[in-house]
């Protein structure tokens, strides 16, 4: 478990496991113990003791980036039948406004009924600075279904809608009579209403230039389902709570997180998870990792089984069988936009997270392809500790369930939020290779990195984002698991294109991939800090008096007492027996794992 590196002068508002009194630690320059608890990457209301979501404050585009690739491809013949094609692709770190399109939610939250106009009131946007190119469902619109969407524009003369005007001035080879009504245009020539909108340079008209344009309901336009929402301006930014069926609590049932179990867990029957098509009691076999409920009756002893290691099947119609017909057990506490799951469950942290997943749902007039299972995700959630209220939404009372849930083949084992472990394919480290010739006062750089490496993680481990006693904010990152509000680290990453809103996501709590910051933060820039760091530390490790022998600090010991400053920051006390906030080690215990493991890298490497 990673201390928190800070390059603050000195160490305020410890939280130690064993507390240090009476003594001043001075050039504390690497980083200071954590005080704080990975927070939860959404804004929250507390509501009977237990966190809920801040709904006025969550938009799609504030919602933390998901965290997995992915893409979906709509069966064959779709696209014919719904007259627009809803197959999409999602990038790590994309927000939901992104991808999820509106037909999504057209029966949860109901954003079809929303105007322009509306909208704009809401989150403050100058309509007089929206280009007719910015609303997105023009590019799917004909001079006929225009006009049945705005009725009132049959009754003004042609040269008065110069966005009409101009289409056609632009597709027509003759003349034609610009002072007629356009209802009298199309009636005489039915065939110009299939005239297409996206074959004119809209970005030089403003919304206006449409009348009634900004106070049409967007169901009201052809095609409105395949638009995604971050092409409608400023619906991405419309809170939760305003939308036109708003997100609200589905019940009031409220349990307690007892204990946070791993996938060695086996045959849970008692569970409160799992799908709308297979209920919400489907049991587990193997690999349960799960939260065990206490509180009311109705809640004790029942178990939520984590969904990143579970799959029950999903969805409905003929989009139930996308994604295998599968998607992660979970629960809908608060309705049927989106799905709640228990995701990462650590043992040796006492803590779980939540992550979000979305589904995407066809319907069009009397086609209605149904839903896929929700497998659009994971987006981060709520983080919860052993012995906190959560918030369970509406438990029912267990039928018998003859179904069971699917595991995913990944593992938990010793998983912890400040050091999470890759469950998938591990990034490369230097684990027997190294240069033996490479050394500073007699150690071995290239082993000692090994040696570290070995407890703190890969190139691409990315930590839970947490807070020092000094204010600074940020997640550890790589190898050596560098803390992002490092000068140095940020310095790096700024300088590359993107680096500045890759910082920008870390800054506010949401999430990144590994893979997403390795771009960033290059193995290369992540071991040439850890030597000039490395390098530092032992030159003042060497300089200092081992009380043990009453002599500077040399061999193992140096390794030891360079490993403490390391984990620490280069004041802490030479074999201090404080640890961090969950105990794995104490900065003695750390010194005498890395020396160990030195050890080993030494052999692996052929430096003996």
């Given at each position: 478990?990673?201390?928190?590196?800070?390059?603050?002068?000195?160490?305020?508002?410890?939280?130690?496991?064993?507390?240090?009194?009476?003594?001043?630690?001075?050039?504390?320059?690497?980083?200071?113990?954590?005080?704080?608890?990975?927070?939860?990457?959404?804004?929250?209301?507390?509501?009977?003791?237990?966190?809920?979501?801040?709904?006025?404050?969550?938009?799609?585009?504030?919602?933390?980036?998901?965290?997995?690739?992915?893409?979906?491809?709509?069966?064959?013949?779709?696209?014919?039948?719904?007259?627009?094609?809803?197959?999409?692709?999602?990038?790590?770190?994309?927000?939901?406004?992104?991808?999820?399109?509106?037909?999504?939610?057209?029966?949860?939250?109901?954003?079809?009924?929303?105007?322009?106009?509306?909208?704009?009131?809401?989150?403050?946007?100058?309509?007089?600075?929206?280009?007719?190119?910015?609303?997105?469902?023009?590019?799917?619109?004909?001079?006929?279904?225009?006009?049945?969407?705005?009725?009132?524009?049959?009754?003004?003369?042609?040269?008065?809608?110069?966005?009409?005007?101009?289409?056609?001035?632009?597709?027509?080879?003759?003349?034609?009579?610009?002072?007629?009504?356009?209802?009298?245009?199309?009636?005489?020539?039915?065939?110009?209403?299939?005239?297409?909108?996206?074959?004119?340079?809209?970005?030089?008209?403003?919304?206006?230039?449409?009348?009634?344009?900004?106070?049409?309901?967007?169901?009201?336009?052809?095609?409105?389902?395949?638009?995604?929402?971050?092409?409608?301006?400023?619906?991405?930014?419309?809170?939760?709570?305003?939308?036109?069926?708003?997100?609200?609590?589905?019940?009031?049932?409220?349990?307690?997180?007892?204990?946070?179990?791993?996938?060695?867990?086996?045959?849970?029957?008692?569970?409160?998870?799992?799908?709308?098509?297979?209920?919400?009691?489907?049991?587990?076999?193997?690999?349960?990792?799960?939260?065990?409920?206490?509180?009311?009756?109705?809640?004790?002893?029942?178990?939520?089984?984590?969904?990143?290691?579970?799959?029950?099947?999903?969805?409905?119609?003929?989009?139930?069988?996308?994604?295998?017909?599968?998607?992660?057990?979970?629960?809908?506490?608060?309705?049927?936009?989106?799905?709640?799951?228990?995701?990462?469950?650590?043992?040796?942290?006492?803590?779980?997270?939540?992550?979000?997943?979305?589904?995407?749902?066809?319907?069009?007039?009397?086609?209605?392809?149904?839903?896929?299972?929700?497998?659009?995700?994971?987006?981060?959630?709520?983080?919860?500790?052993?012995?906190?209220?959560?918030?369970?939404?509406?438990?029912?009372?267990?039928?018998?369930?003859?179904?069971?849930?699917?595991?995913?083949?990944?593992?938990?084992?010793?998983?912890?939020?400040?050091?999470?472990?890759?469950?998938?394919?591990?990034?490369?480290?230097?684990?027997?290779?190294?240069?033996?010739?490479?050394?500073?006062?007699?150690?071995?750089?290239?082993?000692?990195?090994?040696?570290?490496?070995?407890?703190?993680?890969?190139?691409?481990?990315?930590?839970?984002?947490?807070?020092?006693?000094?204010?600074?904010?940020?997640?550890?990152?790589?190898?050596?698991?560098?803390?992002?509000?490092?000068?140095?680290?940020?310095?790096?990453?700024?300088?590359?294109?993107?680096?500045?809103?890759?910082?920008?996501?870390?800054?506010?709590?949401?999430?990144?991939?590994?893979?997403?910051?390795?771009?960033y933060f290059p193995p290369t820039e992540q071991q040439a800090t850890f030597e000039s760091d490395i390098t530092k530390l032992l030159e003042k490790a060497s300089q200092q008096i081992d009380p043990t022998t009453g002599q500077p600090f040399t061999k193992k010991?140096?390794?030891?007492?360079?490993?403490?400053?390391?984990?620490?920051?280069?004041?802490?006390?030479?074999?201090?027996?404080?640890?961090?906030?969950?105990?794995?080690?104490?900065?003695?215990?750390?010194?005498?794992?890395?020396?160990?493991?030195?050890?080993?890298?030494?052999?692996?490497?052929?430096?003996?």
């Amino acid at each position: 478990m990673k201390l928190l590196r800070n390059l603050c002068g000195f160490v305020t508002g410890l939280s130690l496991s064993l507390v240090i009194s009476g003594i001043f630690i001075s050039d504390y320059s690497e980083r200071s113990l954590a005080v704080t608890e990975p927070s939860s990457p959404v804004p929250t209301i507390t509501w009977q003791n237990t966190q809920l979501p801040d709904w006025n404050q969550i938009t799609f585009s504030s919602l933390p980036g998901i965290t997995e690739s992915g893409s979906f491809l709509a069966p064959s013949g779709v696209s014919k039948q719904l007259g627009y094609d809803p197959s999409r692709t999602w990038v790590t770190g994309q927000t939901p406004a992104q991808y999820m399109k509106l037909g999504d939610f057209q029966d949860s939250f109901k954003l079809q009924q929303f105007n322009q106009e509306s909208i704009s009131e809401i989150v403050g946007l100058d309509l007089s600075k929206i280009k007719l190119s910015d609303f997105g469902v023009m590019q799917l619109q004909t001079l006929e279904s225009l006009v049945q969407a705005i009725p009132a524009l049959k009754n003004l003369p042609i040269t008065e809608v110069k966005p009409i005007f101009d289409l056609l001035s632009q597709e027509l080879a003759t003349q034609f009579d610009s002072t007629q009504t356009i209802g009298q245009l199309l009636q005489h020539s039915p065939h110009l209403g299939q005239l297409e909108f996206a074959n004119l340079p809209m970005d030089s008209y403003n919304l206006d230039a449409i009348p009634g344009l900004d106070s049409t309901p967007i169901g009201a336009f052809k095609d409105w389902q395949g638009v995604n929402i971050d092409k409608i301006p400023g619906l991405g930014d419309v809170p939760f709570s305003q939308f036109p069926n708003p997100a609200n609590p589905v019940g009031a049932d409220v349990g307690i997180v007892d204990i946070a179990f791993g996938t060695d867990e086996q045959q849970r029957s008692g569970t409160i998870s799992g799908s709308k098509k297979e209920g919400f009691n489907v049991p587990c076999e193997k690999d349960c990792a799960h939260i065990e409920l206490s509180g009311s009756p109705l809640v004790l002893g029942k178990q939520w089984i984590s969904g990143k290691y579970q799959l029950v099947h999903g969805g409905k119609g003929i989009l139930a069988s996308v994604n295998g017909g599968k998607e992660p057990t979970g629960r809908h506490p608060f309705g049927d936009a989106f799905k709640v799951v228990v995701w990462d469950t650590s043992e040796v942290d006492g803590m779980i997270s939540q992550a979000l997943f979305f589904r995407a749902c066809m319907r069009k007039g009397l086609v209605d392809l149904g839903c896929t299972p929700y497998f659009i995700g994971p987006i981060p959630w709520l983080t919860y500790k052993e012995n906190e209220p959560i918030f369970l939404g509406l438990v029912t009372g267990s039928a018998f369930n003859n179904s069971v849930s699917i595991p995913t083949g990944k593992k938990s084992s010793g998983f912890s939020f400040n050091n999470s472990v890759n469950t998938t394919t591990k990034a490369p480290t230097l684990s027997s290779s190294g240069n033996c010739s490479k050394q500073y006062k007699g150690v071995e750089i290239d082993a000692l990195s090994n040696a570290l490496s070995d407890i703190e993680g890969n190139y691409d481990s990315v930590g839970a984002y947490v807070c020092d006693g000094a204010g600074n904010c940020g997640r550890s990152l790589g190898t050596k698991q560098f803390m992002s509000y490092r000068p140095d680290v940020r310095s790096l990453i700024s300088s590359k294109s993107g680096g500045q809103e890759f910082l920008a996501l870390v800054d506010k709590g949401q999430a990144v991939s590994g893979e997403e910051m390795m771009m960033y933060f290059p193995p290369t820039e992540q071991q040439a800090t850890f030597e000039s760091d490395i390098t530092k530390l032992l030159e003042k490790a060497s300089q200092q008096i081992d009380p043990t022998t009453g002599q500077p600090f040399t061999k193992k010991r140096l390794i030891e007492r360079v490993a403490q400053m390391h984990f620490g920051g280069a004041g802490i006390p030479i074999d201090a027996a404080v640890s961090d906030v969950h105990g794995l080690f104490s900065v003695k215990g750390y010194g005498e794992k890395a020396a160990a493991n030195y050890t080993q890298a030494l052999q692996s490497m052929g430096c003996f």
